[in-house]
């Protein structure tokens, strides 16, 4: 069993950083997709990055350029390094793992992650 818990969310005006990171206790060399997902109120959740064990990663379009995720085996810890941050960043970010093994970019479906942190607010104001 793999428990998930993110940090590192806040209040930051517009332009400014955060850095997000989600600690996996459990194996987490059992683990392969670790992925970013989001949710504002009145919308459906969404992946915003993922990483694989291969260093395959995805990125939403919305944030190319601005966000970079990585993974830390050592401290078993993925991270979300986040940049020019606008207001329409402003959401529940919550952290997500598989274990299933595959090649190549990280699959973005949620259906496809079996495990979830419980999230941490990012309010980004104008």
């Known amino acids: 069993q793999v428990r998930l818990m993110e940090s590192g969310g806040g209040s930051v005006q517009a332009g400014g950083s955060l850095r997000l990171s989600c600690a996996a206790s459990?194996?987490?060399?059992?683990?392969?997709?670790l992925g970013w997902y989001r949710q504002a109120p009145g919308k459906e959740r969404a992946m915003v990055a993922a990483?694989?064990?291969?260093?395959?990663?995805y990125y939403a379009d919305s944030v190319k350029g601005r966000f970079t995720v990585s993974r830390d085996n050592v401290k078993s810890t993925v991270n979300l390094q986040m940049d020019s941050l606008k207001p329409e960043d402003t959401a529940m970010y919550y952290c997500a793992a598989s274990r299933e093994f595959y090649i190549g970019t990280p699959r973005q479906d949620a259906r496809d992650y079996e495990f979830w942190g419980q999230g941490t607010q990012v309010t980004v104001s104008s």
């Open positions: 459990g194996s987490f060399s059992s683990l392969n997709a």
């Open positions: 990483i694989t064990v291969g260093s395959d990663t």
